[in-house]
């Protein structure tokens, strides 16, 4: 039975792949930061497969070393979701609180490379580490300074990691616009109602999962053939 930490997966993307992988076998070490959603989740996944759902939040490196520690010994995938967008509505860079911007970095950026640390002694030849990412990675978009620049970095941190462990398979992948809480809190007030659901983001995700795909950038729907 294959072993995937997945962070960030009490609802949205996260939950969305945690069904996903349930159905497919997968044990799942599971986390967030709302205890009550989190075990909503565990239950419903306990169904399908072994799960384990620890709540706390990433940033923390006891939370880290618990979820790495519920997982091993061995470990076949990490799957680095958790992510926090920062005030609502976004300021721009010039007012952008200081405090605020470290905390985004901490969880958007060093809480996904520290988790790694953890997990790749753990992890088998070939083991997976899926960060998720945005567009606002590579695109200007005013407001988004915080959040895309974080993104960002994790996108760096995933190419420099692949280039220092060939053995293993590194992944940033774009999921694209969903109707989740995050893409809510980023247009408050506005109806979002028109973005897909995460669930047409999973194929994607799968593919770099179980595919033999190179390290690099990916976009979740193109894989998925959604998008050309």
Not at 126 to 151: L, Q
Not at 166 to 180: C, E, I, S
Not at 182 to 199: K, M
Request: no cysteine.
């Amino acid at each position: 039975m294959p072993t995937a930490i997945l962070t960030g997966a009490s609802r949205g993307l996260g939950l969305a792949l945690a069904r996903a992988l349930a159905r497919d076998g997968w044990r799942l070490v599971i986390d967030g930061r709302d205890a009550a959603a989190l075990m909503a989740a565990r239950d419903e996944l306990a169904e399908l497969t072994e799960v384990i759902a620890l709540a706390g939040d990433v940033s923390d490196e006891r939370h880290r070393r618990d979820l790495v520690a519920a997982a091993g010994p061995r470990i076949d995938a990490l799957v680095n979701n958790a992510s926090v967008l920062g005030p609502s509505p976004q300021p721009a860079l010039a007012d952008y609180p200081l405090a605020a911007l470290d905390e985004v970095y901490r969880v958007n950026v060093v809480a996904p490379l520290a988790l790694a640390q953890l997990a790749i002694p753990h992890l088998a030849e070939g083991g997976r580490i899926v960060n998720v990412t945005s567009d606002a990675a590579v695109e200007p978009y005013e407001g988004w300074g915080g959040y895309g620049s974080s993104k960002a970095a994790l996108e760096q941190l995933s190419a420099i990691l692949a280039a220092e462990r060939p053995g293993l398979r590194v992944y940033a992948v774009d999921p694209g616009d969903m109707r989740t809480r995050l893409h809510q809190e980023a247009f408050p007030g506005e109806d979002i109602s028109d973005r897909p659901p995460p669930e047409e983001s999973v194929p994607g995700l799968l593919a770099l999962v179980f595919g033999e795909r190179p390290s690099g950038r990916y976009r979740a729907r193109e894989l998925a053939g959604i998008e050309a």
